[in-house]
């Protein structure tokens, strides 16, 4: 029951359908279920001490926990607390930061530390938008940062052993090297962050990533139709906005790199317009296009937007020059029913499956030799789904734990760092409370950390 009350607090708040960004601002605010509990603390302790001013506007309060109460006060308490590196420290005396500048030199001895990003680069790499629960991250610790965990370097390590395979070192350890691997785990143990994190590297190494933040989009919305040359259902509106979030970060890459397909492109109906005039039902590629021209051909002209799409696919895989790596996440919305319907009768309709989506059936598949990545979102309320997949190898699933005890008192050490935690009320004790009481779930853990108080 408690469990249940928790998920439901931190579940809160508004939603929104468009990419989740960060801002350039340090404006960021708090949970609205947190804050107002925290507003309704204040007027007890104004309560408590009889202070004249207890009726005086949130803002005007600057007492010892002003930092819980008013966003603007504990935003300028953490940018003075900037210039104290006494206070980055974590358990045991250990660096609550790590020095290491980038993803791809992190090492084990990094773990349990956390790693800053900077906000401006952070949406220049990720154009396509972040996680939702690394945005709250960030927005309740006021902070870029992340925490620096075992499965991100696996991960990491395996993707870069499949481009560049050490030599025999790989069999004397017993690893296995997997192209196709699909993220599991318990509600929020950091799927979305760990694929966020890793996408980030794999652009920085120079690779062209085909990144989905939202996969359930796909599934949702927009027109839809039933393609009579395919019998697939095609979503031009969807196809339109996949292709342009590929081009966000890729544009400069895909116009190095030339098309290996030269068959037509089959068309279908356009969003809101129907089909093409005159019987019109294919498009080619001028000779020497590149695959920045084929996707500018499906934003461009709506009829072969899934067509587009579709082709692309086919196109990554012929990619020799760049390793190629698509990352889906929200992949579990890609096995279900989605959005739409058909009627069947005047009064009955049937569900469509996502699997008959063109898109959705062009990039769902694992069984390829292609590196993909795929991770589950339990926050989209698809359900459990079995254990083996259609196209799906059986080996794929990599499953992340929820925070160990170590994890956890390092994310600690950071909330006191980032002002969630009283100091006076902050003690080892309670740390492991708290770990306890939310079984090492880093949105409960978040939430619960702003109510530790002295024993």
């Known amino acids: 029951m408690l469990r249940t009350i928790l998920r439901r607090a931190i579940a809160t708040g508004p939603r929104s359908d468009g990419p989740w960004r960060l801002t350039a601002t340090a404006s960021y605010s708090s949970s609205k279920d947190t804050k107002s509990t925290m507003k309704k603390a204040k007027k007890n302790i104004k ?112 993707f870069r052993r499949v481009v560049d395979p050490p030599l025999g070192s790989a069999s004397s350890k017993g690893e296995k090297v997997k192209k196709q691997i699909v993220l599991d785990g318990p509600v929020s143990s950091g799927k979305s962050t760990a694929l966020a994190m ?89 000779e020497g296009s590149t695959l920045y021209d084929l996707v500018d051909t499906g934003i461009k002209h709506t009829h072969a937007a899934v067509g587009v799409v579709v082709r692309l696919r086919k196109e990554l895989s012929l990619v020799k020059d760049i390793p190629v790596l698509i990352a889906i996440d929200q992949y579990n919305n890609w096995f279900t029913f989605s959005e739409y319907e058909e009627a069947v009768t005047v009064r009955s309709t049937r569900p469509i499956h996502a699997k008959e989506l063109a898109t959705v059936k062009a990039f769902r598949s694992m069984i390829h030799d292609d590196m993909m990545v795929g991770a589950f979102s339990h926050s989209t309320a698809v359900g459990k789904l079995r254990q083996e997949l259609p196209d799906v190898p059986s080996d794929a699933r990599m499953n992340l734990p929820r925070y160990t005890l170590d994890e956890a008192a390092a994310v600690c050490h950071y909330y006191l760092r980032q002002r969630l935690i009283r100091r006076e009320a902050f003690s080892e004790e309670n740390c492991k409370r708290i770990y306890y009481l939310s079984n090492g779930n880093g949105a409960e853990m978040r939430w619960l950390a702003t109510f530790m108080r002295e024993q």
Not at 63 to 89: C, H, I, M, N, T
């Open 47 to 158: 309560s408590k001490k009889g202070e004249a001013s207890a009726a005086a506007d949130d803002e005007s309060y600057d007492g010892p926990d002003a930092d819980l109460f008013d966003d603007k006060a504990r935003a300028r308490r953490l940018q003075a607390d900037e210039s104290d590196p006494s206070l980055d420290v974590g358990p045991n005396g250990r660096p609550l930061f790590t020095s290491t500048p980038t993803l791809a030199q992190l090492t084990t001895m990094d773990t349990c530390s956390y790693f800053k990003f900077k906000t401006e680069e952070l949406n220049k790499v990720l154009p396509e938008g972040l996680p939702l629960g690394m945005v709250r991250e960030f927005e309740e610790a006021m902070q870029s940062a992340v925490l620096v965990r075992r499965s991100f370097l696996d991960l990491r390590d395996n």
């Open 198 to 286: 890793l996408v980030h590297w794999a652009r920085e190494e120079g690779w062209l990533v085909f990144y989905v933040p939202r996969g359930k989009d796909w599934t949702h919305g927009g027109f839809f139709y039933k393609n009579p040359q395919t019998g697939l259902w095609d979503t031009p509106v969807q196809a339109e906005n996949i292709l342009k979030d590929f081009l966000k970060f890729n544009e400069s890459r895909l116009k190095q790199l030339l098309c290996q397909i030269s068959d037509p492109i089959p068309l279908g109906e356009g969003a809101g317009v129907g089909w093409m005039k005159d019987g019109i039902d294919s498009m080619a590629m001028p």
